[in-house]
């Protein structure tokens, strides 16, 4: 077993298939950690939502389920070109690795971007917990009392910002595979890289696919 | 074992199906359904993750051990979850002095 020719096998391990195996393990170990991270969050907001639910009812339909609605899509259709580049990478197709990294690129910031109008207007509402926030509720929200709307949008701010900085790092690692995936380097026997940050990008947008309807979408009717 | 490669099919109707259930939620949240708006939306946000944990992350062609963390991880998940909301959602149950 000693293919020390090999480019891109660590001396380590016996063979590519250990090695990509050991990689997987290892990203998976590290996404059961994110999970758990994130998972404390969810139960923060499980406990005050069932604490407060007309606090958590009034601020979902502050957010803009538009928005909320489209970003969704982005990220589902930044996932689907992010397997379409750990695909090209399996089967070592140089240009559509490339491609796909910065489709995925793309989709990933036009997020970022709506994320960022997302903030602003909150920030022009007063929204962001403090000295200076201030809700106005209208209609049945009017006597929604202003502690327990600085908890929801504590929340939506922890939830929707921790992610938005996975999407960042996110973004930050594709810009530093594109040049080794234009040079080449991202072969049918050297592809973990690829596979490995696939799974990260994909975990965050799992993570979106839960904070959308329980941020977005409760109460509407 | 060498690598599994799915097809561009297979990536394309997954993708397809998250879509179709990302509008299904977005159209349910309009209806009135009671207790029932949040376990709809729950269910159709878990089969949107498991689609994408079995075929984007490729879990459904991964290895025994790769399967056991990804269970295993849901697993410790749901015990804070439900130890915790077991706590704070009966503490109204009993006059217990001191609370």
Do not use: C
């Amino acid at each position: 077993m000693s293919d020390v020719a090999h480019p891109g096998l660590a001396h380590h391990f016996e063979s590519y298939e250990q090695q990509r195996q050991s990689a997987s393990l290892g990203m998976w170990v590290f996404l059961a950690q994110e999970i758990m991270f994130f998972g404390g969050m969810f139960l923060a907001y499980m406990v005050y939502r069932s604490r407060y639910p007309l606090a958590f009812i009034a601020g979902s339909h502050h957010l803009d389920i538009g928005l909320g609605a489209f970003n969704t899509a982005v990220l589902i259709g930044s996932s689907l070109t992010m397997a379409l580049g750990v695909r090209a990478a399996q089967l070592g197709r140089r240009k559509a690795v490339v491609l796909f990294l910065i489709l995925t690129l793309i989709l990933g910031s036009i997020f970022l971007v709506v994320k960022y109008f997302e903030y602003s207007e909150k920030w022009d509402h007063h929204l962001i917990p403090g000295k200076h926030f201030h809700f106005e509720g209208e209609g049945k929200f009017a006597e929604v009392p202003q502690g327990p709307m600085q908890i929801f949008f504590s929340l939506y701010f922890a939830m929707t910002g921790f992610h938005a900085l996975h999407m960042i790092v996110g973004v930050i690692l594709i810009l530093y595979m594109l040049r080794p995936a234009w040079q080449g380097k991202y072969t049918p026997e050297n592809h973990n890289y690829v596979e490995g940050f696939g799974l990260y990008w994909h975990f965050v947008d799992i993570v979106w696919i839960f904070l959308f309807p329980l941020l977005y979408l409760i109460g509407r009717h | 074992m060498s690598v599994h490669v799915s097809s561009v099919k297979t990536y394309t109707l997954i993708f397809l199906a998250l879509m179709v259930l990302t509008a299904i939620t977005v159209f349910v949240a309009y209806l009135d359904l009671g207790a029932l708006n949040n376990v709809v939306m729950l269910t159709i946000a878990v089969a949107k993750a498991t689609l994408v944990v079995l075929f984007f992350m490729h879990v459904a062609h991964a290895t025994k051990l790769i399967k056991l963390v990804v269970v295993s991880s849901m697993f410790w998940l749901l015990l804070m979850f439900a130890f915790t909301m077991s706590d704070y959602l009966t503490r109204g149950w009993l006059g217990v002095a001191g609370k």
